[in-house]
């Protein structure tokens, strides 16, 4: 596996609005996952997406993969106070060891 | 039951104790993982062991020891430990390949806060 790089770094928005995060990844990827993390708490997988995917919505949750840029972006509609959190990407190429990138720390506002 | 379980929840230790974290899941799932996160930055590797067999080190100091003794319990045992160990330590299990699908999505559980003193 290989880390993939968050951006940006930290995003704060008001409840309602949409939240954006991208992750980039430097090689050739089975699958890329998404992970939350509650402030000092484990993460919790969101969502995969398989490299021949392009998109997949999971509820308020959008992902997208461009495997031609080595992108991906996850969409948050209609943020609540509650999606405030840090979002991990990690890329994966079939192996156990995942490295995850610096993450995007998100903040709603109430 | 989709659970990890971490216990203890907090642990606080002098260099000179010795003491182990113990991580449990009963999800059927044969890969394990411990991951040491400091505040603010992303979960580290540090071990993962496939069907109760150490998979990867990531050159983790000999004061940490991992243990699996079967396939639902992983312990990592902690002696001589320095305070710049201190951080949350984190388990997760992953489900088994499928054939022709590697997934690994990783099961976590909520953690242990370890301070070093």
């Known amino acids: 596996s290989q880390q993939g790089e968050e951006d940006p770094q930290a995003l704060s928005i008001q409840e309602g609005e949409n939240a954006t995060m991208n992750c980039s990844y430097k090689t050739s990827i089975n699958n890329l996952q998404w992970y939350r993390q509650n402030s000092g708490r484990g993460l919790v997988h969101l969502i995969l997406i398989r490299s021949n995917e392009r998109e997949k919505h999971s509820g308020r949750l959008r992902v997208t993969l461009d495997t031609s840029k080595k992108s991906s972006s996850l969409l948050i509609t209609a943020s609540r106070a509650a999606d405030t959190a840090s979002y991990f990407c990690a890329p994966n190429t079939g192996g156990f060891k995942t490295i995850f990138g610096a993450g995007t720390r998100l903040f709603v506002k109430a | 039951d989709t659970e990890v379980t971490q216990t203890p929840k907090h642990l606080v230790m002098g260099m000179t104790n010795k003491k182990s974290l113990k991580c449990e899941q009963h999800?059927?799932?044969?890969?394990m993982y411990w991951y040491k996160q400091k505040a603010k930055k992303p979960p580290e590797l540090m071990f993962v062991?496939?069907?109760?067999?150490?998979?990867i080190n990531e050159s983790v100091p000999s004061r940490f020891s991992p243990e699996c003794p079967n396939s639902s319990l992983l312990n990592l045992h902690l002696h001589a430990l320095q305070p710049e160990d201190s951080a949350l330590y984190l388990c997760?299990?992953?489900?088994?390949?499928?054939?022709?699908?590697?997934?690994?999505?990783?099961?976590f559980g909520p953690g242990t806060r370890l301070t070093v003193l």
């Open positions: 997760a299990s992953s489900t088994p390949r499928l054939a022709g699908e590697l997934t690994d999505t990783q099961y």
């Open positions: 999800m059927g799932h044969r890969a």
């Open positions: 062991y496939s069907y109760e067999k150490l998979s």
